[in-house]
């Protein structure tokens, strides 16, 4: 199963309780949270069978790639940060304010824009495009993903709800918001395990009992 200098592949059990099998050339394949996994199966003592040898070369080899993820991710993120101060520049306008959409309800998801409808933290009536949820921060998305998810657990269809007191809630208002809903906590997710990640490479994992970090649901 081993080599003499490396390891050439892992067995492990996923959360379907099957037997997986990953060689060191399939990392390319895997997501982020994968590494997370391993990573934390290591710190906290799970692969304390194996030996010395095999788990320093694990170590390694899923240390090196964590750190080409999280390399990658800043390259991306730096990228992203160019687009958002081109748009500064008026090269591409941002439409982030409600401007003709002032009459929609506070978390309104619309199709045309493909947007949601909400209000900042000065009360102002704000638009949040689907294709730019990347450049809000974390917690201007769980203010969004909560009053989402609230309407869409809470409201009942073809009935008037409170905050929506001017017309049905329909099947498509639901169908829109679980859509953003999905986008916003995929978001949310991706920076929880890069920040991981990032503290895994860094050597600056958070406090308190080691044993008990636990992976990104």
Request: charge should be positive; hydrophobic fraction near 35%; charged fraction near 30%.
């Given at each position: 199963?081993?080599?003499?200098?490396?390891?050439?592949?892992?067995?492990?059990?996923?959360?379907?309780?099957?037997?997986?099998?990953?060689?060191?050339?399939?990392?390319?394949?895997?997501?982020?949270?994968?590494?997370?996994?391993?990573?934390?199966?290591?710190?906290?003592?799970?692969?304390?069978?194996?030996?010395?040898?095999?788990?320093?070369?694990?170590?390694?080899?899923?240390?090196?790639?964590?750190?080409?993820?999280?390399?990658?991710?800043?390259?991306?993120?730096?990228?992203?940060?160019?687009?958002?101060?081109?748009?500064?520049?008026?090269?591409?306008?941002?439409?982030?304010?409600a401007t003709g959409f002032?009459?929609?309800?506070?978390?309104?998801?619309?199709?045309?824009?493909?947007?949601?409808?909400?209000?900042?933290?000065?009360?102002?009536?704000?638009?949040?495009?689907?294709?730019?949820?990347?450049?809000?921060?974390?917690?201007t998305l769980q203010q969004?993903?909560?009053?989402?998810?609230?309407?869409?657990?809470?409201?009942?269809?073809?009935?008037?709800?409170?905050?929506?007191?001017?017309?049905?809630?329909?099947?498509?208002?639901m169908d829109r918001c679980?859509?953003?809903?999905?986008?916003?906590?995929?978001?949310?997710?991706?920076?929880?395990?890069?920040?991981?990640?990032?503290?895994?490479?860094?050597?600056?994992?958070?406090?308190?009992?080691?044993?008990?970090?636990?992976?990104?649901?």
């Amino acid at each position: 199963m081993y080599g003499y200098d490396y390891m050439k592949k892992i067995v492990l059990y996923r959360a379907d309780l099957n037997e997986h099998v990953i060689a060191e050339r399939d990392f390319k394949y895997l997501y982020p949270s994968d590494f997370e996994d391993l990573y934390l199966l290591n710190f906290q003592g799970h692969l304390n069978h194996l030996s010395p040898k095999d788990k320093k070369i694990l170590t390694t080899a899923v240390n090196q790639w964590t750190r080409q993820l999280v390399i990658r991710q800043r390259v991306e993120d730096f990228q992203l940060g160019i687009e958002s101060y081109q748009t500064q520049l008026n090269l591409t306008k941002p439409q982030w304010d409600a401007t003709g959409f002032e009459y929609k309800h506070d978390y309104t998801a619309i199709d045309s824009p493909r947007a949601v409808i909400f209000r900042d933290k000065y009360g102002v009536q704000m638009m949040m495009h689907f294709n730019e949820i990347h450049k809000f921060s974390d917690g201007t998305l769980q203010q969004i993903d909560e009053a989402l998810d609230y309407r869409v657990k809470e409201f009942r269809i073809n009935r008037m709800n409170p905050g929506l007191n001017t017309r049905f809630w329909t099947r498509k208002d639901m169908d829109r918001c679980k859509a953003f809903m999905f986008a916003v906590q995929r978001r949310l997710r991706t920076r929880r395990i890069f920040r991981n990640l990032e503290s895994f490479v860094g050597g600056h994992v958070r406090e308190g009992d080691h044993r008990l970090l636990k992976r990104t649901e």
